[in-house]
């Protein structure tokens, strides 16, 4: 296909990085080879080097990937009709993110504040307040 293509649309695509190959490896493929010819296709006529990259694939599951790994805000609450209690919502967020801090630097509340982005008194502070 990417000979094929590459033909077609007057490309010097010469072959596929081995991150896209990894990502066209995981990706499940539902229309099956129909659908990586179309992949194949799209990537060519997107693609700005030698060499096809993932950026240049259309793989759905490879951006929401992308995407989750790029931020740590990909979390996105829901507001049911009822509403939401906001600060304790809030305050279930940092408990947890407090606890998991502390685990992750085996208790090193220093470590932990550090990789939280808070100095040490704050850390302190918030432990304290949700008695932890």
Known sequence: FL???????NKAVQGISSFAMEA????SFPGNVRELENIIERSVALATSNLLLP??????????????????????P??????L???????HIEK???KK???RTNGVKTEAAGILGLNFRSFRYRL???AL
Do not use: I, R
């Open 96 to 98: 947890t993110l407090l």
């Open 128 to 130: 304290s307040k949700y």
């Open 78 to 83: 829901c507001l049911g009709p009822e509403g």
């Open 55 to 76: 950026e240049s694939l259309s793989l759905a599951e490879f951006k929401q990937q992308k995407t989750a790994e790029a931020s740590p805000f990909s979390y996105e």
């Open 85 to 91: 209690d906001l600060e304790q919502f809030l305050s």
């Open 24 to 27: 066209l490896q995981k990706y």
């Open 101 to 103: 801090a502390l685990e």
């Open 3 to 9: 000979d094929k293509y590459s033909k077609e649309q």
